[in-house]
Nanobody
Framework: QVQLVESGGGLVQAGGSLRLSCAASGTRFSIYAMGWYRQAPGKQRDVVARIPAGGSTFYADSVKGRFTISRDNAKNTMYLQMNSLKPEDTAVYYC?????????WGKGTLVTVSS
């Protein structure tokens, strides 16, 4: 059974940094694509960044140059380094793992950026 657990969220001032982690279990982590998504209050869930098992990463335009997605396959963990945070980055951040047509989700971690 695939389980994803996010951590690292919190309250930070604008311009600050946070690093989110997503620990995966129950699957061969290294061979699947993973991603970070976020959902602000009253809005839909949108992609933030994706990282395949191999190949190029993808970033939403709104976070390019500020966020960096990475993965440590030895630790079954994915990261999102978030720098130069803005109030509009406030959201619940979710990690995902894609196995074929199935997408697994964590429960999310809240990031709040104060102005």
């Amino acid at each position: 059974q695939v389980q994803l657990v996010e951590s690292g969220g919190g309250l930070v001032q604008a311009g600050g940094s946070l690093r989110l982690s997503c620990a995966a279990s129950g699957t061969r982590f290294s061979i699947y694509a993973m991603g970070w998504y976020r959902q602000a209050p009253g809005k839909q869930r949108d992609v933030v960044a994706r990282i395949p098992a191999g190949g190029s990463t993808f970033y939403a335009d709104s976070v390019k140059g500020r966020f960096t997605i990475s993965r440590d396959n030895a630790k079954n963990t994915m990261y999102l380094q978030m720098n130069s945070l803005k109030p509009e980055d406030t959201a619940v951040y979710y990690c995902s793992l894609t196995v074929g047509l199935m997408v697994y989700w964590g429960k999310g971690t809240l990031v709040t950026v104060s102005s």
